[in-house]
């Protein structure tokens, strides 16, 4: 048998140029009609498609608009998935007078116990904090 003539790197960079190409252009009627019937909220109750008209098609430009403006995080989730980690829902951000400085996000091993996950982010942020100019 011959060896690949690529690697597995290869395969991740094809892989995350697909996954951002699927993102980079949204279908605007797409992004309505996936929002039919779906619920607002996690805990349900009202669905997109309760709204006026008008709340409805504002909701769609503005979430077609974010959609549209989302970083290219394409080869950071290719790698995750292969890794086998997981995004936490965690992050940590820094924001100064003018808006966002900085945001972290993490991704671990699904078996991570909930302590050292916490532990993790916690000892990250505790860290950072160290080098940050004091406010008062």
Request: hydrophobic content about 40%.
């Amino acid at each position: 048998m011959t060896a690949r003539p690529y690697t597995d790197d290869d395969l991740r960079a094809e892989a995350a140029r697909q996954h951002y190409t699927a993102t980079e252009d949204p279908d605007y009627m797409g992004v309505g009609e996936q929002m039919e019937g779906r619920d607002v909220t996690p805990d349900g109750g009202v669905a997109w498609n309760d709204f006026s008209d008008e709340t409805f098609d504002a909701a769609q430009r503005s979430i077609h608009d974010l959609i549209n403006g989302a970083a290219d995080v394409s080869r950071w989730a290719i790698n995750l998935g292969a890794d086998g980690l997981e995004p936490l829902d965690s992050s940590l951000a820094m924001s100064t007078t003018i808006g966002p400085l900085v945001r972290i996000h993490f991704a671990v091993r699904p078996d991570m116990p909930e302590e050292m996950r916490t532990a993790l982010i916690e000892g990250v942020g505790m860290e950072i904090a160290k080098y940050l100019p004091e406010t008062t």
